[in-house]
């Protein structure tokens, strides 16, 4: 069975950082990580393939640092600077699609965790 499972969300003030991981049940080529506010839709915010290939979004780069430790099957993503408008609830994601640049579509991506809450207040 297919999981994906983050963990390392949590409360912080604006400023503070945190670090989600995902734990994956097999490798995927292509993985990334989306956040979602209720009401609004999933947003791409990072994504990373096995050839080391990075996207960010605009609003996150020189914050943001994702990484992946293929011997692991384990996702990061390093936050750092965190705003109040960085809460949400954020998900990893995975695709065996071979994405030479990794996208931040949702549709893209056939693989999702269960999220974790990151909330930060001013």
């Known amino acids: 069975q297919v999981q994906l499972v983050e963990s390392g969300g949590g409360s912080v003030q604006a400023g503070g950082s945190l670090r989600l991981s995902c734990v994956a049940s097999?490798?995927?080529?292509?993985m990334g990580w989306f956040r979602q506010i209720p009401g609004k839709e999933r947003e791409g915010v990072a994504a990373v393939n096995s050839g080391g290939r990075l996207t960010y979004a605009d609003s996150v780069k020189g914050r943001f640092n994702i990484s992946r430790d293929d011997a692991k099957n384990t996702l990061y993503l390093q936050m750092n600077s965190l705003k109040p408008e960085d809460t949400a609830i954020y998900y990893c994601?995975?695709?065996?699609?071979?994405?030479?640049?990794?996208?931040?579509?949702?549709?893209?991506?056939?693989?999702w965790g269960q999220g974790t809450q990151v909330t930060v207040s001013s």
């Open positions: 097999r490798y995927y080529y292509c």
């Open positions: 994601a995975a695709t065996i699609s071979t994405f030479v640049s990794p996208p931040l579509v949702a549709g893209r991506y056939g693989y």
